[in-house]
C-alpha cells in the first residue's frame, strides 16, 4: 500500500520552542491486492487527519512526533465489504 496526498498544514505558535500543527489531507492509495483467484491493483481515495508537535531541539533541528488517521473508501469495490481505517506514529528528525 503506498498513500499519495496532497496536504494542508496549519501551525500553531505556543512558545519559541513547541509549535501545535493540524494536517488534512486528501489522495490516493496505490495497492496491489494477491488472491487465490487472482491479482489486480487498485487505486483508493484517502483522506489523512494529523496531529502533531514541532520541537526545536537545537538551532537547525527539530524533532517532529506525529500521530495520523487515514481513511480509505473502499466501498465503491464489489467485493469490498469495509472501508480502510489506519492509526499511525511516526516520529522524525528535521534540519531547519
Do not use: C
Not at 487515514?70 to 534540519?95: C, L, P, T, W
Request: glycine residues 6%; hydrophobic residues 40%.
Amino acid at each position: 500500500m503506498i498513500p499519495i496526498t496532497l496536504s494542508y498544514i496549519k501551525y500553531y505558535s505556543w512558545s519559541a520552542r513547541y509549535y501545535p500543527f493540524l494536517k488534512f489531507g486528501l489522495g490516493g492509495v496505490f495497492e496491489k491486492v494477491s488472491s487465490s483467484d487472482d491479482n489486480f491493483t487498485n487505486l483508493d481515495p484517502t483522506a489523512v487527519a494529523t496531529l502533531g508537535l514541532k520541537l526545536k531541539i537545537h538551532k537547525n533541528f527539530s524533532l517532529r512526533p506525529e500521530l495520523s488517521y487515514m481513511f480509505v473508501f473502499q466501498r465503491d469495490i464489489e467485493e469490498a465489504k469495509y472501508n480502510g481505517h489506519f492509526i499511525s506514529f511516526y516520529i522524525g528528525v528535521i534540519y531547519k
